[in-house]
């Protein structure tokens, strides 16, 4: 295009021309996403991509070096010939690449002349100017607006996580600086500042990094460690919500709070009553954080625990009757030691016979590895005079598959006559002088049961050996069956 010298003159004027009207109204707000414009001139700063004035960038898909468009567009625009902009910007964070004439710009279709380009990323502005040659045609500019050129911006900054760069793309206008933005012949105008924002949202990301299990394989109603290893891979601190599956059935949650960057072992305990016997896979799923993009690795997966039937097995230890020579008819006690060595809690009956005839029955609960001593009372009434072998039955359980211990024949208890202490059917001296014997001893000394079985000579059952029960004796002296 050619410049003549006549046109190029008044270029300069233009520069020269004084400060336009001062009323002019500056728009600094750039939350609109659409521009509202009243008819009146109006000069902007417009973002090509989305049409308004904002700059919105966030690290996840921008970084430093990447570039931007903004247009500089004027509306409602009558007898437009000349313009010049001044545009200011944070130099912390952006840089002008470049400044355009875009193929439509406003003058595209006339004779114009272009100014200088400047550009100073050090201050920060870029400036430029461009007026109609003498004779041509002024421009009118409707509501649809018409670009008066084009700048290149590089982002040279980032923010820090969780901040925002911000600047304004500033419209300078006149008082503000000597060299202005102007439109010609003198229109009065507004603006529109452009608003970059460059933004890093920091990340959201918990995760599950690790399960380890106190054991695999596991009688059934056991309880069972699972030690889960979360971790905060993220820039802010976070509340985790843990949940913890058997297959898919929740056994355990859990609520922590884990600061960003750190990692933390949960443990957790899964009581397997009431679950069948078998494979469980275990899982912990850590819930998606608020704006958590990465959640794959919120869900780990690891280690089968076998849920076996627990073993079964309780024992009969020893058989103890608290004498063995019982006057026909009274009521003596069989303390039966019994032992839980299976692995659970069981309830189970045991059984005390003399010779085949049962004589009773107790209800026994005993946890797992302990042991039980039940004193079972034998009411002799009705049972004859004579020698009756001992015997205690614990009724198997369940499942259990060691039965041979559930039995024990152990002892033996002979009913006879008052005083007769020695159970050889007749009371005479002997059992006067062991009675005798025996005076002073109570059930707190040793062998008032096994070897010397003292508590036979306590004739009247009241834990001790005194003048009573050689009372007893030699009354009933001479007796016999
Ligand atoms: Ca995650
Ligand atoms: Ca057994
Ligand atoms: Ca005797
Ligand atoms: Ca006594």
Redo the contacts with the bound molecule.
């Keep these: 295009m050619k410049k003549p010298a006549n046109r190029v003159l008044l270029a300069l004027q233009l520069l020269s021309f004084v400060i336009i009207a001062s009323n002019m109204h500056v728009i600094k707000s750039v939350e609109n996403t659409r521009l509202m414009t009243n008819g009146s001139p109006y000069m902007t700063v417009v973002n090509p991509t989305t049409s308004d004035g904002n700059f919105t960038f966030f690290t996840e898909t921008t970084e430093v070096g990447d570039t931007f468009l903004a247009n500089i567009t004027v509306f409602d625009v009558s007898g437009l010939e000349a313009w010049q902009l001044n545009l200011t910007f944070d130099t912390t964070m952006l840089a002008v690449n470049n400044i355009s004439a875009p193929a439509d710009h406003v003058f595209v279709d006339q004779f114009f002349f272009e100014g200088s380009k400047s550009i100073n990323n050090n201050v920060g502005y870029a400036t430029w100017w461009m007026a109609l040659g003498v004779g041509t045609t002024p421009v009118n500019v409707s509501s649809e607006g018409a670009r008066l050129c084009q700048l290149q911006f590089n982002i040279t900054a980032s923010p820090a996580i969780n901040e925002t760069l911000s600047s304004l793309i500033h419209i300078v206008v006149a008082g503000e600086s000597l060299f202005y933005s102007k439109l010609e012949p003198s229109i009065a105008f507004t603006t529109l500042d452009g608003q970059y924002d460059y933004t890093d949202l920091g990340i959201h990301d918990v995760a599950i990094t690790g399960i380890t299990l106190s054991e695999t394989l596991v009688p059934q109603g056991y309880g069972v460690g699972i030690n889960i290893t979360a971790e905060n891979k993220g820039n802010f601190t976070e509340q985790i919500n843990l949940t913890l599956y058997a297959n898919t059935t929740i056994i355990n949650t859990q609520n922590v709070t884990l600061v960003s960057g750190s990692s933390i072992i949960i443990p957790a305990h899964w009581n397997t009553s009431g679950f069948d016997l078998g494979n469980y896979s275990i899982t912990a799923v850590a819930a998606p954080v608020v704006d958590e993009m990465n959640t794959t690795d919120n869900t780990y997966i690891d280690g089968v625990v076998t849920l076996r039937a627990p073993i079964r097995d309780i024992s009969i230890l020893d058989i103890l009757p608290t004498k063995t020579v019982v006057e026909e008819g009274n009521l003596i006690y069989i303390t039966v030691t019994v032992e839980n060595q299976g692995e659970i809690m069981e309830t189970f009956n045991i059984t005390v016979y003399a010779n085949t005839t049962s004589v009773n029955l107790v209800d026994v609960a005993l946890s797992s590895g302990n042991v039980s001593n039940p004193a079972i009372a034998w009411n002799t009434t009705g049972f004859t005079k004579g020698n009756y072998t001992l015997s205690a039955y614990a009724w198997p359980l369940s499942g259990e598959n060691d039965t041979a211990d559930n039995i024990m024949l152990d002892g033996w208890i002979f009913l006879t006559i008052l005083g007769?202490?020695?159970?050889?059917r007749?009371?005479?001296i002997?059992?006067i002088v062991m009675t005798i014997t025996a005076f002073g001893k109570s059930s707190e000394d040793p062998g008032w049961f096994e070897p010397n079985w003292f508590s036979n000579m306590d004739v009247n059952n009241d834990d001790l050996i005194d003048i009573t029960d050689i009372t007893t004796v030699i009354v009933e002296f001479g007796n016999s069956w």
């Design positions: 007769d202490v020695n159970n050889d007749i009371v005479d002997t059992d």
